[in-house]
């Protein structure tokens, strides 16, 4: 007989890194994202959630369509950033309602903090709602806030590998915005390259050329939005 084995190392619940947990996050996030969703839709809001790198020009886009569409629509936006109100005060300025969500550490919004959010706004009067995620181009693609539609915005400063290496963003996303076209020269980047790696990741995509700068396109992206 051998002898009797010594302590066993015992796992504390939830103490184990666990694929299945962040299974369940995902899962609890949708739900959250589909009750948005339908809070939203009953109340006759167009929620739109705007992606894409630190500095891609998403908040310059989002200034560009309050500008386009403010006297169509009754627009509010919301602002995800870690720490800073910088580009909540930048969307301000153009006259709509501004949420600012500060994430702390997180390098996304969540479906639970769109839900906290909207208890901010009358959604009484309101049609549309931009937000404008985190700059980031990995989680937010795996966290839907219910938004109905949902824009990348790339800039060709980013070089001329961005849309192969980062693909999942792409694939749930109705339009991408190449922006700063006006720079694509001088990077050595080709505009309709970066279409192709696009058309490849999700063909249904709505690909617009951009320079949310001096407004070129944006009125596209209203169009390819169905704005
Ligand atoms: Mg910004
Ligand atoms: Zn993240």
Redesign the pocket.
């Known amino acids: 007989m051998s002898k009797p084995l010594g302590d066993v190392v015992k796992a504390d619940e939830g103490e184990v890194f666990d694929i299945e947990l962040e299974e369940n996050i995902l899962r609890a996030n949708q739900k959250i994202a589909d009750e948005n969703r339908d809070l939203l839709r009953k109340h006759g809001v167009t929620a739109i959630d705007i992606m894409g790198s630190i500095g891609a020009g998403k908040t310059s886009l989002i200034e560009k369509l309050v500008e386009l569409l403010k006297n169509r629509y009754r627009i509010a936006a919301f602002k995800g950033d870690l720490t800073t109100t910088i580009d909540a005060e930048m969307i301000r300025r153009h006259g709509v309602e501004v949420v600012a969500i500060n994430t702390g550490k ?3 919004l969540d479906a639970n903090l769109i839900k906290k959010a909207v208890q901010r706004l009358d959604l009484n009067s309101l049609d549309l709602l931009l937000i404008e995620n ?1 700059g ?1 181009l ?3 693609a795996e966290f839907p806030l219910g938004s109905e539609k949902r824009i990348v915005v790339v800039s060709v400063t980013e070089g001329p590998y961005m849309i192969v290496k980062h693909p999942f963003i792409f694939m749930d996303a109705q339009v991408v915005a190449i922006n700063k076209v006006d720079l694509a020269t001088a990077m050595g980047v080709e505009l309709n390259k970066l279409k192709n790696d696009v058309a490849e990741v999700n063909p249904k995509t709505e690909v617009v050329f951009t320079n949310c700068r001096t407004g070129e396109g944006v009125q596209e992206v209203v169009e390819a939005l169905g704005l």
Do not use: D, K, L, T
């Open positions: 997180e390098c996304h985190v980031n990995i989680c937010p």
